[in-house]
DNA sequence: CAAGTGACTTTAT
DNA sequence: AATAAAGCCACTT
């Protein structure tokens, strides 16, 4: 059961996080927002399986925080391009507030 | 058309 | 801060 890639969502989703620029970030709900739809469960699952091919470190969840069972991959991706983070003892976030980017 | 599946979001414990 | 529950959307069976 996967998305199909020739479906226009798939294609738009992809677009958009193609267009996030290095150093900033969006929430799924955002891409999704920027497809005119609320699809935040369904952008996950593109990026879930076609994420490979876009910078999917840039695509956060509403707290600030990398998908799940990735924030250690997506850390480094993070530091070498200078994503505001907040960095706690433990574990970090996304400055989202500071990182936050919209298309234009 | 109905049911199941998520790299989600929000609100309430 | 961590969990739980309910709501939502696109897609596959």
Redesign the pocket.
Known sequence: ????P?????ADVLDIVDTIPPGRVM????V?AA???????????????Y??DVP??R?????G??????EDR?LPFYLAEGTPLVT?A??Y?IDYPAARWSPS
């Not at 929430?27 to 955002?30: K, Q, V």
């Not at 699809?39 to 879930?48: E, K, L, N, T």
């Not at 925080?65 to 990735?70: G, Q």
């Open positions: 059961m996967r998305f199909t020739d479906s226009a969502f798939v929430t799924y709900g955002d999704a497809l005119g739809s609320r699809a935040a469960r369904a952008v996950g699952q593109v990026m879930s399986h994420g490979s999917w470190w695509v956060i969840r509403a707290g925080h990398p998908p799940i069972e990735h997506a706690s433990t574990a976030r």
